[in-house]
């Protein structure tokens, strides 16, 4: 009798876990189902999604703009026509609106904000010059300029490799900071920056300027 009821709880014990794990399956295999018939559906209706998608972007809905983003993403389609480009401009939007100004850039925090955005890594190089500021003026007393960039990218921090240039005195070096002695005349100076798989660069436009005499003799006492 004893082992007839042991024999009956076992068997129903079976019968349960069989039940379940096929509902479990049936249950499994209906969802895949499901998410299969959305990304066909998607991918049918992909052009559409794209236009819906420049709409957003071109009315600066950024945060509507992303989450289709995401589906694109999702279903392998992350390089559709212009869809890395825009990636690209959004992240550096959201990059400049949450940091106050150039300066307190930071690697970290560049990091930190492209992770926030989530969206697909891209190989981009992000340059910035911290200093001097657009159009600033300088006496030659005030040399040597002090030039400082930050060159950033998802893979990694390369502002050690910035070339710096100017319109007028050509390379002026290498490096994230420099000193160096300008020319007198209007100067474009020019950031450069690699990840050794693309580049980024960023322009400024800064005055050189003889000392006036008042200066020439202040400086003299």
Same mark, same amino acid.
């Given at each position: 009798?004893?082992? !007839? ?17 096929? +509902?479990? %399956? ?14 066909? !559906? ?44 825009? *990636? ?23 990091? *930190?904000? %492209? ?25 030659? +007393? ?16 390369? &502002? ?6 100017? &319109? ?14 300008? &020319? ?6 020019? !950031? ?8 980024? +660069?960023? !322009?400024?436009? /800064?005055? /050189? ?9 202040? /400086?003299? *006492?």
């Amino acid at each position: 009798m004893i082992l !007839a009821v042991f024999f009956f709880v076992l068997f129903n014990l079976i019968f349960k876990l069989v039940v379940d794990l096929r +509902s479990e %399956s049936i249950k499994e295999r209906a969802e895949l189902i499901e998410k299969d018939r959305i990304k066909q !559906a998607f991918l049918a209706n992909i052009d559409n999604e794209y236009n819906n998608l420049l709409k957003l972007y071109d009315a600066k809905a950024y945060e509507k703009a992303i989450e289709i983003i995401k589906v694109f993403n999702r279903y392998d389609k992350s390089d559709y026509k212009d869809l890395p480009e825009i *990636k690209k401009d959004i992240r550096l939007f959201y990059l400049k609106k949450k940091l106050e100004f150039i300066p307190k850039i930071h690697f970290d925090e560049f990091m *930190k904000l %492209s992770k926030d955005i989530d969206i697909e890594e891209d190989d981009s190089t992000e340059v910035f010059i911290r200093t001097p500021r657009y159009g600033q003026y300088f006496y030659t +007393s005030d040399l040597p300029v002090v030039l400082e960039g930050v060159a950033l990218s998802v893979k990694g921090d390369y &502002s050690d490799g910035i070339v710096w240039t100017s &319109s007028i005195d050509g390379e002026l070096g290498k490096g994230k900071k420099l000193a160096v002695h300008l &020319s007198v005349g209007e100067h474009q100076i020019t !950031a450069t920056g690699t990840n050794n798989i693309t580049k980024g +660069s960023m !322009a400024i436009r /800064i005055f /050189i300027e003889k000392d006036p005499d008042f200066l020439k003799n202040y /400086i003299k *006492k």
